[in-house]
């Protein structure tokens, strides 16, 4: 049975757009990205690496390291992750381990998305993703 050439049109279409939405075609990453979908996929990165390689800027990771600080009240979700002397801001999720003083210092990996802080920003902060 032949295939409706508007209903193969439209199947390309989702695929060309369900391929770019998941990383293909680059997304200024390069043509051999594909954005990791679980922390499983990521790339495992240190905070210094996060902080000095702009290559990741826009990619998903696996990082590293202890809760420094965390915001309480309206800074909840707002918490800072540090290693080897390093710290970046965290957006999301606040890890237990932060509120718990019994377990300060424990060292913690979070999947997240590297972003600059804002328009035309050298910073950078982590954007934290469901695992």
């Keep these: 049975m032949p295939i409706n050439p508007v209903r193969r049109a439209g199947a390309a279409v989702l695929a060309a757009v369900l391929w770019a939405g998941c990383g293909g075609g680059g997304g200024g990453h390069g043509s051999d990205y594909v954005t990791p979908l679980n922390p499983k996929q990521a790339p495992l990165v240190t905070v210094r690496q996060l902080l000095q390689a ?78």
């Design 54 to 131: 702009d290559s990741l800027i826009g990619r998903r990771v696996r990082v590293v390291g202890t809760c420094a600080l965390a915001g309480a009240g309206p800074s909840t979700g707002a918490w800072v992750l540090q290693d080897g002397g390093f710290s970046i801001e965290v957006r999301g999720l606040v890890p237990q381990s932060c509120f718990h003083h019994e377990e300060e210092g424990q060292q913690l990996s979070i999947f997240a998305q590297v972003e600059p802080k804002g328009a035309g920003s050298q910073e950078r902060l982590l954007l934290r993703l469901p695992e």
